[in-house]
């Protein structure tokens, strides 16, 4: 056996003992040389035998890590759709997750809270502490009604990013995506009005659609493209839709994107039909890779889509900071957050906006959506490694969620109670849905760094499911 | 004549001069006595003198001061209000108000905005900048669906003022009072359901009456003393009213103030047609005398009233901090609250506790109490040296808008722009009506320090309004 191979035996057992686990760096090819006292061309060597093998993918000058795509788990099936407008539920749950004891030992998977601890955060939260003196009596005056100019100047230059195009003028800051949702979904619908929406989704925006009396009309999405345009033109052959509502880039539980070629299918859609895009955009700045996938909005040349966004995932959601850039709907949308909540409040747009004018959202930005795609990785590798043979999770390439489908005998609500009981918490799929789907699915949050405590809680998901399994 | 004769007719024609205007502390007995070097008794007779010319009032404590009974103008006349449900409309005008520019030479009377320049407010200021680095992670997390627990505790503690008893868990915090009236309306509503409020009433209630497809039933008002009682019987009788929505305690605009009877009463008629009332109390802490006026909620025993309030008034706008009691409606509220924008802000919440906590709050309170009683008295006079014979203006007894009825032949509309053209802003009666009522009527804000600057307003103002019925 040659040197390198001896080396790469090694390294190979090592991964498979877990000593490096799914999205590790592995050791530098010029310390490994130094180790082992052998070249840098046997280590060269052994790495790409370990990455023929599977185990290690090379990233562009950081070096090696274990490979995620050995145990990945498969992807969750295509949801079979009931095509038809039905009343939402699913309050109690919701509150729940919400409304979390202070000082209680659980381990919350299920809450979308983004990782909060990042040292590239600080700076946003020196700005909030020094701008309340610095700003003086400007920080306890009303700010204008569409927000901080400021702010609104910046985050068109955010937008960019995603492909638009937008002046200050276009935006309404709003207090967190949810109002930029809400507020839409009041300007252009009313009672029995009927929106189109991904099949999982976002159970904010469906809470919103059953609170304002609209019905959803969930449209079935493939899990790594998102929905399917077959079934969103059938579902506008066949009813009377007033608007579409999309989270088209790291879907919000599913994790899917919809590609290029069918966010502008989805506009041309839209235009034939002469009905509004809602695109909530919350997650589309947590690419994992650079650029990051267009908005459809950046398509957009007549004002159709209204776009709704945050900084509550990006950056901070006790800040409630959101936005929305509503195109034709500008002045009804602006006269909706009037009598909703009038101005949102002053001092953290002006810090968040002091925050990206100084570079410190783009050095978070990049913090984090390197911390996010590990800890997916390592999220999917616990799952592959704890919970049931013929378990499936999404493969999301922004965000920070994982879906997983279970075993159709499982009854997430169920589980999510007996994991209460033993100190964890899941998002139980019938959360994302007006229906009755998703029993057997669960979300789970992989924001925070993967401590041993968030791996032992899988742990304990995977415990629970088996038992559930066996005593069926 | 007596020495004391003629130091009373020397102070009474300084006052008629107007180098001692309405509201302002006269000079001390002590000091008098030592100028003019006559006894403390001859001093003290002089006084009694000129209170009965009535050009002075003495204050317990703390010494004479300039009368404003004397040139008070007569109140408003009782409206002939057409009792039939209207659509609303006057969205441009409340545009114009909040989105101002922001280096602009206007003298703005027409905003209800508060007096931030307080030293009192400072405390405020300083815990906001200190929580941040205090609170740590805190304030940039999700914080509860109801809000931070200590500033509902510090809350439930400030409405034993209004003769409300309270808990924390009664209470949910809002993005101001705005939130508060706007997720009630939704949750006891719907699109062609009516409303039953005062006349004049505040245009951010009639918006959000207009914007969720309600109607608003206008019920006359008495200058002094609030709703007709008998003419809400009447509208009872006559329609389906679904709630009614009232501020009776300081109206915004009319001043007015319902009497303890009176609010008992409108108590009783809700419960024999089973209805809620929603009750903003928005300016009900900013009472000139102390104890301050209870609230309708203080004799709620079963959950009927909807109470709402903010710290937009008696602390700062800018922060965003509203909050209901939505008594039996509470799990409804909290539902149209998570839908419409999840958490508020958490930052301003923990420092409005702490304001609170700390004491803060309640001397901020004495401060602004004395402060808008003096403007008040100030404001009035003008209003009476100023405007034309014939002009009345409201009596409120806290708060900080005066309420201005103008010849019946002045449009205030026109008169608005006329003054805009001169540099001051007024805010036109027809804001405050979903009919076509109080176009001669105007508000003004008399919140801030009585400046020379806004003397010169109200003067040109005057000028205006003398022009308007020369030229008709």
């Not at 999917?380 to 159709?408: C, K």
């Amino acid at each position: 056996m040659k040197l390198y191979e001896q080396l790469a035996d090694s390294l190979s057992s090592r991964i498979e003992q877990g000593f490096y686990q799914s999205g590790d760096k592995l050791p530098s090819i010029r310390n490994l040389s130094q180790q082992h006292g052998v070249s840098i061309s046997t280590v060269q060597e052994a790495y790409r035998l370990i990455e023929e093998r599977g185990l290690a993918r090379p990233r562009p000058k950081s070096g090696y890590y274990v490979s995620t795509q050995r145990g990945l788990p498969p992807l969750p099936s295509t949801d079979q759709v009931l095509q038809k407008p039905l009343q939402v539920s699913q309050w109690s749950h919701v509150l729940h997750m919400f409304n979390r004891p202070d000082n209680d030992l659980i381990t919350w998977l299920s809450v979308a809270l983004p990782w909060l601890e990042s040292t590239t955060l600080r700076p946003l939260q020196n700005t909030l502490s020094d701008l309340s003196r610095r700003v003086g009596l400007r920080g306890l005056a009303y700010d204008r009604l569409n927000g901080a100019e400021e702010l609104r100047r910046q985050l068109a230059r955010v937008a960019i990013d995603a492909g638009c195009q937008l002046t200050p003028d276009d935006i309404i800051i709003t207090t967190g995506c949810q109002e930029a949702l809400s507020i839409t979904l009041r300007t252009i619908a009313g009672p029995g009005d009927i929106i189109a929406i991904e099949s999982p989704g976002f159970f904010g925006a469906l809470q919103a659609i059953e609170a304002s009396g609209l019905k959803a009309l969930e449209i079935p999405c493939h899990p790594e493209h998102g929905m399917s345009m077959e079934a969103l033109e059938l579902a506008l052959e066949q009813w009377p839709v007033k608007a579409i509502l999309t989270t088209p880039t790291f879907n919000n539980p599913a994790g899917h994107t919809l590609t290029d070629e069918n966010k502008q299918r989805m506009l041309t859609l839209a235009t034939q039909y002469d009905i509004p895009i809602i695109e909530d955009d919350i997650y589309g700045d947590l690419a994992y890779s650079y650029p990051r996938p267009r908005a459809i909005k950046s398509w957009d040349t007549e004002g159709r889509v209204i776009y709704c966004t945050s900084t509550s995932k990006t950056m901070a959601p006790g800040l409630r900071v959101g936005w929305v850039a509503p195109g034709r709907y500008l002045q009804q949308v602006m006269h909706m957050k009037y009598i909703t909540s009038m101005s949102s409040t002053t001092l953290p747009q002006l810090a968040v906006a002091e925050f990206i004018a100084q570079g410190g959202y783009e050095r978070h930005l990049r913090r984090v959506r390197a911390h996010y795609q590990h800890n997916r990785d390592r999220m999917q590798d616990w799952v592959s490694r704890y919970l049931p043979a013929g378990t499936r999770a999404s493969n999301p390439q922004g965000g920070f969620v994982l879906w997983v489908e279970l075993s159709q005998q499982i009854d997430a609500n169920k589980l999510n109670e007996r994991c209460q009981a033993r100190g964890v918490n899941v998002a139980p799929g019938t959360l994302f849905t007006a229906g009755k789907k998703y029993r057997n699915f669960i979300r789970l949050n992989y924001a925070q760094p993967p401590t041993a405590e968030i791996e032992q809680a899988v742990q304990i998901v995977g415990e629970e499911v088996q038992m559930m399994m066996d005593q069926d």
